[in-house]
């Protein structure tokens, strides 16, 4: 069966690493078809929009989109594609790399994140010159379905079960709801949980990276407890990201544009790799999923290396050398 | 003069260390008044209440307050005390120390968050079964006061202006209020600033702490992302806090009751007491509040430990080698 994949490369870098992986996908020799489609800065520039209907609704119908990175208009075109494949969980491993310099090489997290509500629900006013206000949304029905993804993920694997990350001593209504809901399905499922409070996590994750592993959390401390653990790992290069829908999906690394290199040739396109390889998974392709992953760690480890991390190979350079491994 | 202090130990190790930190300012023989408030699990259990309304109105009348800690109750006392002192900035330095073990020994921060409103404000509803929501509330006066202490935070001392974080990409109206207000008001000081996403700051932090000095912040980022910084430094163990007032102010140690070593008289009276130094500034007592820096600092450095530090020293070896370098 033909799999249908959207390309999105967007802007800056993204223009450079989504290439290189999906020449990588190629190289698999897998029948997958590949759609190009336009969005970011440079597209709204030409036609007004960040995001052209045409691009949304190749990723609300392609099986798996692969996304670069957007420049300023970023949350204009990430935001809907999330939409666009609904996708109800995002998920971000941060994993230092052997040969990689991290503030803490032993980080070695899953960060499952909400994706759908929170302070991303966009109910915002002005009441008056004075007051403005935001309705931050949380449903059982979501932080439901994100539980039961996380049993199922949990249990696949070789994890004890999943942390709970919230600020429910504050917001109590509703991350008392989302931590109650998270909590009952796991109990239902037999897994096992913890509960920690954002603020503590924060702390916690620095100081000792390994008492934790997955993690459970709202939109917003997903966003920024999982840039966190990019910064212990040694920075945004490295991570990839998934955002997974009932019927489709989407995979961007976690990094921006990078304007100060864009154009040069050199940035390092192993995270959107890494994405390419969970796409793999996602689609059913295990094998080639895992040898994906082990030609980006051997090259990662043994060079060539983009000068991000000290090298001076190019993105080519570096695509070349993954393949070459698979 | 006479001031008077209110001082309120609360739980678990803060019965310790707020008496420690008391020693250290009596030790200054400045004209205190102290006057001691029950709070917390330990009074709540006897009384039904966590904050007791002498303790409030205490509060809302001395000229300063030194707090400890709160367990479970930790909410329903300090929030409510916040308010006493009608606090509109809490204000967080997170350093670490020559001769304190840190993730990132190079950092030197301190945050200025704002502590009235944001997702604090307690508004929250379940509106069925499925769907509860929290209003998110951001003024432009409450944003303006903080601007305005910050812009005068930074001209005291050698400080190049101050760094504005923010989620305004998402939460256009209410983040881009509170970045377009505190831009202004920095403008027309001729501070200069710059302005960082709440997720990308906690990347940063990591990678490079020293990129950043003052951080201007709204009430919930200031809460994760100085909980970071204190992963940063080594732990909570010895960061210090103050929440100001127009007329007043509160100073607590941003750690907890620490229930695993309660009762044993070996807490580290350290963040308390640093607390109390910034009491002593706050209340014009610059000579004496260097002091007690100081005497902490070289207490630190050349001991006696309490055994968070490696040390074996007690709470009261500790506090008696501060008073004694006083
Ligand atoms: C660009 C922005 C809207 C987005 C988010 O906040 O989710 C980004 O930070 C991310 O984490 O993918
Ligand atoms: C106890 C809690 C309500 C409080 C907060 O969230 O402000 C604490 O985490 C703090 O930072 O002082």
Do not use: W
């Amino acid at each position: 069966m033909t799999h249908e994949i959207a390309v999105i490369p967007g802007d800056g870098i993204g223009q450079e690493v989504t290439p290189a992986a999906v020449a990588v996908l190629e190289a698999l020799e897998i029948d997958f078809e590949f759609v190009e489609a336009d969005a970011g800065d440079a597209v709204k520039e030409e036609t007004g929009e960040a995001l052209p209907q045409e691009t949304y609704d190749l990723a609300a119908s392609a099986d798996a989109t692969l996304f670069g990175a957007a420049g300023d208009t970023a949350a204009d075109v990430i935001l809907p594609l999330r939409e666009a494949v609904d996708s109800f969980v995002n998920v971000r491993p941060a994993k230092a790399y052997p040969g990689v310099d991290a503030v803490r090489p032993e980080t070695d997290l899953v960060f499952l994140r909400e994706n759908t509500e929170g302070v991303y629900s966009g109910l915002e006013d002005r009441l008056t010159q004075d007051v403005s206000t935001l309705t931050r949304v949380v449903t059982e029905s979501a932080s439901e379905r994100l539980a039961e993804f996380a049993c199922e993920y949990v249990s696949g694997d070789d994890h004890d079960g999943f942390s709970i990350v919230h600020k429910a001593n504050v917001m109590r209504e509703t991350d008392g709801l989302f931590r109650d809901t998270v909590k009952g399905v796991a109990d239902e499922n037999g897994v096992e949980t913890d509960q920690v409070l954002m603020d503590a996590f924060a702390t916690r994750v620095c100081l000792d990276p390994e008492q934790f592993d997955v993690v459970v959390c709202p939109n917003l401390a997903g966003d920024v407890l999982s840039d966190l653990a990019a910064g212990l790992v040694g920075g945004l290069g490295l991570l990839p990201s998934a955002n997974i829908g009932p019927d489709r999906a989407l995979f961007e690394p976690v990094h921006g544009t990078a304007p100060d290199i864009a154009g040069e040739g050199v940035a390092n396109p192993a995270a959107t790799i890494i994405s390419a390889a969970m796409l793999l998974e996602y689609l059913g392709y295990d094998e080639e999923s895992d040898r994906v992953h082990a030609a980006v760690e051997a090259t990662l480890e043994d060079g060539p290396r983009t000068p991000d991390l000290g090298g001076d190979a190019s993105t080519g350079d570096v695509t070349d050398a993954i393949i070459d491994r698979l």
